[in-house]
């Protein structure tokens, strides 16, 4: 087992007029679970080609169990890949595909058997050795697959999108599998994926990349409850924050945030966790709120009117165990760019929100509804840099 580190990594592609990959500085701890996310073309996979020794590094070193590998060939770092594609050899049975690796590394017979057959038990698939990759399911071949990675014994384990070829109900079963398997063995491993409820619920810790720049690094709790920017704001989370422009206003002696038509009162342990926002008062700044922090208001009769807005039901999506009201405000769009787009009506900004509601909502497409907002969870963050306006004082 081994720690893992990128130190000012970067790789920059030719003819590309940015980096890949920029400077990238990541630490991962011995035994740890750690998921990079973000969307395609963030740099997530190159930096796992970069650590497998498949892609070449530009600049800066990387570290496995302490040693400098950067320049190391592929095949003699200490790590074994999971990729999307099973890549299993058709004409080979199961245990034959599992114990490939060891065969060619020189591995006794004996000694080869005994690993594949621990690692079977494992995955429960000690039944199914005899057969060949066109007799298994999806999720059994990705077994497979697993198998072949967890025979060598590896420092670390690296995951590119390993499910992103099964269906829904079979990938949540394999992401607790592979959850649970990577405690049992106690091995570093490192899993790519665009799937934020995979990071969410598999990662000891979740890096967010964009642009081939690294976000944050936390655990997934700490990534939403505290998102650092706004990109993560808003990519963090299904469906994403409502980010909208504003401003912080004082009133009657207490800060409220104003936007469009709206007004809510900021609450006051918000205020005290953030000084911040004092230094951003009357100017304009991205307030932030998570569809689960806002209700119907029929369902909180105690909420007052500095909690409230009121506006119209334009979708709704009942999901059984909760509804989704889509409606729209009268201000611009606070979301990162490319993130979501303003749209223009009659001369006016709006932006397009989501709320998470209770079932019991009764409210129709296209009625007016009013709704409760928990304000002691709203996030601001700096209109030119994006950072959040937290207690560090950004």
């Known amino acids: 087992m081994a720690e893992i580190r990128f130190d000012k990594t970067t790789r920059q592609f030719p003819r590309s007029d940015r980096a890949a990959v920029n400077a990238l500085e990541l630490e991962v701890a011995d035994r740890e679970f750690l998921v990079l996310v973000g969307p395609s073309g963030c740099g997530k996979t190159t930096s796992l080609r970069m650590l497998a020794g498949l892609e070449h590094v530009d600049a800066g070193t990387i570290y496995l169990g302490g040693e400098d590998v950067t320049d190391l060939p592929s095949r003699d770092r200490d790590i074994a890949m999971v990729f999307q594609s099973y890549a299993l050899y058709p004409h080979m049975t199961v245990a034959d595909n599992m114990g490939f690796a060891l065969k060619i590394a020189g591995v006794k017979k004996p000694d080869r058997d005994r690993r594949v057959a621990a690692a079977a038990a ?206 729209t405000v009268d201000a611009r769009s606070g979301a990162a760019p490319s993130d979501r787009e303003d749209h223009p009506i009659g001369g006016t900004t709006t932006t397009a929100c989501v709320a998470r509601l209770n079932p019991r909502t009764s409210v129709a497409e296209g009625e007016p509804i009013e709704l409760a907002v928990d304000t002691s969870r709203l996030h601001f963050f700096d209109i030119e840099t994006g950072l959040a306006l937290d207690g560090k004082g950004r």
């Open 122 to 327: 494992l995955l429960d698939l000690s039944d199914l050795l005899g057969r060949r990759p066109s007799a298994l399911s999806g999720g059994q071949r990705q077994r497979v697959a697993m198998g072949r990675a967890i025979v060598r014994e590896p420092q670390a384990f690296l995951m590119d999108e390993p499910l992103s070829n099964l269906d829904a109900q079979l990938r949540v079963q394999t992401r607790a599998e592979i959850h649970k398997l990577q405690r049992e063995l106690g091995v570093t491993t490192i899993y790519v994926t665009h799937d934020q409820i995979e990071a969410m619920t598999m990662g000891d810790r979740v890096a967010v990349m964009r642009d081939g720049d690294l976000q944050q690094v936390d655990t997934p709790e700490n990534v939403y409850t505290y998102p650092a920017n706004r990109f993560v704001a808003g990519f963090i989370g299904s469906p994403s924050m409502n980010l909208v422009q504003g401003k912080i206003v004082r009133s009657d002696g207490s800060l409220i945030a104003e936007f469009g038509q709206h007004s809510l009162a900021i609450d006051e342990s918000v205020v005290r966790s953030r000084p911040a926002l004092l230094s951003h008062k009357d100017r304009t700044v991205v307030i932030g709120v998570r569809p689960e922090d806002i209700e119907d208001a029929r369902f909180a009769p105690d909420a007052p009117a500095t909690r409230r807005i009121h506006t119209k039901c334009e979708i709704k999506e009942a999901l059984g165990s909760d509804v989704l009201i889509h409606f």
